[in-house]
Every structure is written in C-alpha cells, then in structure tokens.
Nanobody, 126 residues
Framework: QVQLVESGGGLVQAGGSLRLSCAAS????????MGWFRQAPGKEREFVAA????????YYADSVKGRFTISRDNAKNTVYLQMNSLKPEDTAVYYC???????????????????WGQGTQVTVSS
C-alpha cells in the first residue's frame, strides 16, 4: 500500500522560505510522477507543482513559478518542495500526491492522483 508522509510545514514571515518533504513507501518510487497540491480554507484544492519520474521535467502553477522548486531524490524515495519568497496567499495545507498510473495526460488535475498524504500546514504571516 502506498503511503505518503509530508513534513516541513510551519509558520514563516512573508518573504521567508520553507522546504517541504514527502516520504513515499509501498511501491517503486522512481517509476511514478509526484505532485504537490494545496488547499486554503474555503477554497478548492489547487495544483502547485509536479515532477516526472526521472525528475527531468517539472510543472508549476503560474502563481508559484519562479518562487517554488520541486525536486526528487529517488534513492531516498522523497520528493521536495522548496518554497522561497513566500506570500500570505501561499497559506494553505500542502499535500503530496502520487498517481496509480505510470504516466499522466495532465499533471495538474487532482483527480489524476490516487494517493495522498495527510497534509502539512504552511502559514505565512504578513
């Protein structure tokens, strides 16, 4: 059974940085893409970033492009989200997600992901 465990959230001032980690277990990590999503109170879950299985191709939401970086270490079964220049509007619960399929047609759609972590809270104060 696939398990995803996020860590690294917290409270940070605007302009600060955080790095989220997501440790995966239960299957061959390197065979699948990984994604990060977030959900703010009263809002729908939204795409943040995704990375293909080899790590060579990444995708970002326009709102985080240039500030966030997704990466993965297949030897450690871990995907990361480095978040710089944080803004109050980045405040949300951040989720790590993984698909059941080897490839996706759209890496930004939450419905294309089958496994989710429990989430980690990121709060950015102004």
């Amino acid at each position: 059974q696939v398990q995803l465990v996020e860590s690294g959230g917290g409270l940070v001032q605007a302009g600060g940085s955080l790095r989220l980690s997501c440790a995966a277990s239960g299957r061959t990590f390197s065979s699948y893409a990984m994604g990060w999503f977030r959900q703010a109170p009263g809002k729908e879950r939204e795409f943040v970033a995704a990375i293909r299985r080899t790590g060579g191709i990444t995708y970002y939401a326009d709102s985080v492009k240039g500030r966030f970086t997704i990466s993965r270490d297949n030897a450690k079964n871990t995907v990361y989200l480095q978040m710089n220049s944080l803004k109050p509007e980045d405040t949300a619960v951040y989720y790590c997600a993984a698909p059941a399929s080897y490839s996706l047609t759209d890496y930004s759609r939450p419905r294309n992901y089958d496994y989710w972590g429990q989430g980690t809270q990121v709060t950015v104060s102004s």
